[in-house]
């Protein structure tokens, strides 16, 4: 192989949402990496959805289109 063409390839620590971690190899370039969603929270996996609005997004548009909609 040809030196200094491939990315470092190196242990990361994964926490997941409920603060358990796990080892593992990526080329992730932080030294840990804490996710947002996960197996145990994600709406496939547990059937029951949850609604997440990390940027504000959300709450952007509600705001945006808050009076939209059909007259009376």
């Keep these: 192989m040809k030196k200094d063409i491939h990315p470092d390839y190196h242990d990361i620590t994964v ?3 409920d603060g358990s971690e796990f080892v593992t190899r990526s080329t992730y370039k932080g030294e840990s990496l804490r996710l947002d969603i996960d197996p145990k929270s994600h709406p496939a996996w547990t059937g ?3 609604l997440i609005d990390s940027g504000g997004q959300l709450a952007k548009f509600n705001k945006k289109f808050a009076g939209f909609g059909l007259k009376k």
Excluded: A, I, K, L
């Design 15 to 17: 926490v997941m949402t």
């Design 48 to 50: 029951v959805h949850r």
